[in-house]
């Protein structure tokens, strides 16, 4: 690459590993460089082989968002995630986490599981005289993706915030660049204003729910996992997320108040409905939801209501977490919010795509062939 476009910082990648004599605490588990030695700016070698703590991870980037945390890539993946890291002096400017995996034989490197979005976070340093800032988080961005591991397929959807330029960056180093949607709400005022802003038939699923069901904290990760999981067998389905990590993730949300489980109660007191919200410094997440099957037909409108109201109340952005058909675009419209475009990012191996492309299709045939054998849940990818 070009020194007008990646200008030379210094990069590096850390392991962090989750098991054997290396598992031990979240907070203080050391990390280990990748390569021995990287050069600066200058040219000169620096020490890489050194050990730091992992919470110490590019302290004082607060662009991350909560996927991005350490605390969080490490009960997502029970330790198993990587980071490409980019400084300039001593000052990290720019990381991106990724995971890395096996599919048969194919080494894969995908979202971890419940991990909405990741991407590049870079802050820019002072630039010198006519540099853009843009310019500055394409080499920043390029730097960081020249340390992502060369896998049969590489994908990621990125945080709202990673900008044309990130993607930009990914479109010079081979990867193909689609956009995605999400929705967001971020003119709260108060209550009254941003109910009377609903669409007229959603105010009317929130007040009818309201008429018979009670909003109110669940007292446990828990007890919303017990209900979350009866209502997934009620329907015949799995988790496809996995029990053990979604409560190591609940847990850990909790412990550290980065968010809130909230549900919908009926006359009896009986739990019909609840939801799961993360929150940043900057946005609230509209995580998980489950109802049972003969709940308020408002009930999921109610949740969200509430969701929405949390988030006006710390003023915060309210995320609804990604618009992916029709049928969703359709029901989260009447909550109002905005589009927001976010980038993905994929870069695949083509004997790789062949053989992705070949069992697709079969896998088509088989389920049309034989409908009654078709089982509910994510694609399995290989």
Wanted: with cysteine.
């Amino acid at each position: 690459m070009s020194d007008t476009c990646a200008p030379r910082y210094k990069a590096s990648q850390h392991l962090f590993r989750g098991s054997g004599d290396e598992k031990m605490d979240n907070e203080s588990k050391l990390s280990r460089r990748a390569h021995a030695g990287c050069a600066d700016s200058s040219g000169k070698t620096t020490d890489s082989g050194r050990t730091h703590a992992k919470g110490e991870l590019a302290s004082g980037l607060s662009e991350r968002s909560i996927f991005h945390e350490p605390w969080w890539l490490e009960a997502a993946t029970n330790g198993a995630w990587k980071v490409a890291e980019v400084k300039h002096g001593n000052t990290v400017i720019g990381e991106m986490p990724y995971t890395l995996s096996k599919k048969a034989l194919w080494q894969i490197s995908t979202l971890p599981p419940l991990t909405r979005t990741l991407g590049p976070v870079i802050r820019p340093h002072q630039s010198v005289a006519g540099e853009r800032e843009w310019s500055q988080r394409l080499g920043i961005a390029r730097d960081l993706i020249a340390q992502l591991p060369r896998c049969a397929w590489f994908h990621q959807l990125m945080d709202p915030r990673v900008s044309e330029a990130e993607a930009l960056a990914f479109r010079l180093e081979g990867f193909s660049v689609n956009v995605a949607f999400t929705l967001i709400a971020d003119c709260w005022t108060d209550e009254a204003t941003a109910f009377s802003a609903l669409k007229g038939t959603t105010r009317t699923a929130v007040r009818r729910a309201q008429e018979c069901l009670t909003v109110r904290s669940i007292d446990s990760a828990k007890e919303f996992l017990d209900f979350y999981n009866a209502n997934l067998a009620a329907r015949k389905l799995e988790n496809v997320y996995g029990a053990a990590t979604m409560d190591r993730l609940l847990h850990e949300v909790m412990k550290r108040e980065a968010g809130t489980l909230i549900g919908a109660f009926d006359a009896k007191g009986a739990l019909v409905a609840g939801s799961a919200m993360l929150w940043d410094t900057r946005a609230a997440y509209y995580f998980l939801t489950a109802r049972r099957p003969d709940a308020h037909s408002g009930a999921v409108s109610l949740m969200l209501w509430s969701a929405m109201r949390i988030a006006g109340e710390r003023g915060l952005i309210f995320d609804f977490d990604g618009v992916s058909t029709p049928g969703i675009l359709k029901f989260l419209g009447g909550f109002g919010g905005r589009l927001v475009r976010r980038f993905e990012i994929e870069r695949t191996m083509p004997v790789y795509a062949a053989l992705r492309t070949t069992l697709h299709r079969a896998r088509a045939i088989t389920t049309y062939a034989r409908p009654a054998q078709a089982t509910a849940g994510e694609p399995q990818r290989i």
